[in-house]
């Protein structure tokens, strides 16, 4: 543990616990919460489960989404005492998906240290066995629940090309993933499911391929659903297509020059010069303006 001088605050330490297999956690997590004051968790039974793994006794207070304005102002009332103190969520890395940067963020506005204990986290556990890029990705969390917000969130995001990490309860996970199927098409996807425990199992293909074998798998337990990104618009709508479309409007009475200028417009990823010089040499004959 470490403190800075000037301050007489204590210190809020983000500590990574573990998603499921409780050898997951870091000694310098363990450290760190056997010599905080208090440690401030979701659920007093799971982090206890933790704890007496680790023969650790402190006193837990709860933050949550549903009380985390009366709790945080405890916690920055005690901090400012000068206790330090440990934030845990039920899994993985408090603030993600889950209450913690709200308080990180009372912390920095109030000038109380905060230092990050670093531990698993499911996301980024289902990023690199998923085998889809993961040196550019999204973090999504989880969608809206409503399935109007939620095809609405996707359309949004329909376009990035960078492999996007999803939560999703057991509860909506078919319905998310066919949400998908209609709004991305077939694309490639890993499902990372009950990651480090015992029935660890990891789906990938298309999105279509994963809803068929999912049949056979009991929709329960906890997902991370990875995609691949958008194809970049260049390559989706390559040159040939663009090519294709001059060919149309030619057909249709335009000339060449006006084809190539109304489709290089409309795409905004091919440059007119270059379009025209393709056209020139790879449409049948076709009317030089
Ligand atoms: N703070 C956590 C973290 O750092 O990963 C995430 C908490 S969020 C409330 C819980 C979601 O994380 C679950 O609904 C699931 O999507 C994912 N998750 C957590 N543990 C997992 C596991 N062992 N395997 C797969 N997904 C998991």
Do not use: W
Not at 21 to 40: A, C, F, K, P, S
Not at 186 to 209: C, M, N, W
């Amino acid at each position: 543990m470490g403190k800075s001088s000037k301050s007489v605050a204590g210190v809020l330490f983000l500590c990574g616990t573990p998603i499921g297999n409780m050898r997951d956690v870091t000694l310098r997590v363990l450290d760190t919460l056997g010599q905080v004051d208090i440690i401030v968790c979701e659920d007093t039974r799971r982090t206890r489960k933790l704890l007496s793994m680790y023969d650790i006794s402190k006193p837990l207070l709860t933050y949550r989404e549903d009380n985390k304005e009366r709790a945080g102002a405890k916690i920055i009332q005690m901090l400012e005492e000068g206790k330090n103190i440990a934030l845990v969520s039920d899994a993985g890395m408090p603030g993600i998906s889950d209450p913690g940067s709200h308080i990180v963020c009372e912390c920095i506005n109030r000038g109380i240290d905060v230092s990050v204990v670093p531990g698993a986290n499911a996301a980024l556990s289902a990023l690199v066995i998923s085998g889809l890029p993961a040196n550019r990705f999204a973090f999504e969390g989880f969608l809206p629940r409503k399935r109007g917000a939620r095809i609405k969130r996707l359309r949004e995001i329909a376009n990035e090309e960078r492999t996007i990490i999803f939560y999703e309860s057991p509860l909506r996970f078919r319905q998310t993933l066919e949400d998908m199927l209609e709004v991305f098409g077939d694309r490639r996807i890993a499902i990372a499911r009950e990651l480090t425990k015992k029935f660890e199992t990891v789906l990938r293909g298309t999105i279509s391929q994963v809803l068929k074998e999912m049949e056979s798998l009991l929709e329960r337990g906890e997902f991370v659903i990875v995609v691949a990104g958008a194809e970049k618009l260049k390559e989706k709508y390559g040159k040939e297509e663009e090519l294709a479309r001059v060919q149309k409007l030619i057909e249709e009475g335009y000339s060449l020059g006006e084809s190539v200028r109304i489709v290089a417009a409309l795409s905004g990823e091919v440059s007119r010069r270059e379009l025209y010089d393709l056209a020139l040499r790879k449409l049948k004959a076709p009317e030089v303006t």
